[in-house]
């Protein structure tokens, strides 16, 4: 089975710390993806990987940035944290045809 | 450009009942379309998928029809169970990056 981690499933952080979400998968995939869950308006693309070192925006990306130094792991990066960056953050990554998520982060700035 | 649209919730049935969520597209090109389903404190998983139109997908009793000439991908369970209850999200993807789109997800609530 792919296995896609995440390597918290709860968060607090405080306001203008600089935040690290981290997200590994086991299937030699050359796509990953992290995107935002919030009520109401589902899940929207932050950024996305299609190879090592490779990233493009998506959707959402003020505030955040990304890493890909290896195929297997892409992370997340708050610059600095705000409030309004409160939410469930899932990681996932693809084959044509299929995506695996991780089991999410739920992640509070306080 | 791509674009899901799925009928809000939450949609609450009694246990047996017949479960319709409906799912309609935007798309540039041919895309292949997919339903997940989220349970609680948990991520989503892929529940079924049709990658050409008139492909049906099902799993676990549910189906959904790709029909492009409505550009509609309806997610249908003839007898729902309590253990159905889970947030759903219908999605597609373009080819290129394999790129999804989600929609904002539909909350189903089966009471016993």
């Known amino acids: 089975d792919v296995k896609v981690t995440q390597s918290s499933r709860y968060l607090v952080k405080r306001t203008g710390e600089k935040v690290f979400l981290e997200c590994v998968q086991d299937?030699?995939?050359?796509?990953m993806f992290w995107y935002r869950q919030d009520p109401g308006l589902g899940l929207r693309l932050i950024y996305f990987?299609?190879?090592?070192?490779?990233?493009e925006k998506g959707d959402i990306p003020e505030g955040y940035s990304v890493s890909r130094e290896k195929k297997e792991r892409f992370s997340l990066i708050l610059e600095s944290a705000s409030t309004n960056q409160t939410s469930m953050y899932l990681c996932a990554s693809s084959l044509p045809g299929a995506a695996f998520f991780g089991q999410g982060t739920r992640l509070t700035v306080v | 450009g791509n674009s899901v649209t799925q009928m809000e919730g939450p949609v609450t049935l009694s246990e047996e009942a017949f479960l319709t969520i409906n799912c309609t597209y935007t798309a540039t090109g041919y895309p292949s379309l997919f339903w997940y389903v989220q349970y609680p404190g948990e991520g989503l998983q892929l529940l079924l998928k049709?990658?050409?139109?008139?492909d049906k997908g099902s799993n676990k009793g549910f189906e959904a029809t790709y029909r492009k000439e409505t550009t509609s991908f309806h997610l249908e369970k003839g007898s729902v169970q309590v253990s159905d209850s889970a947030v759903y999200f219908c999605a597609l993807s373009e080819d290129n990056f394999n790129k999804f789109y989600f929609g904002s997800g539909t909350k189903l609530n089966v009471k016993p």
């Open positions: 990987s299609y190879d090592v070192k490779m990233k």
């Open positions: 299937m030699d995939h050359e796509n």
């Open positions: 049709a990658t050409k139109a008139d």
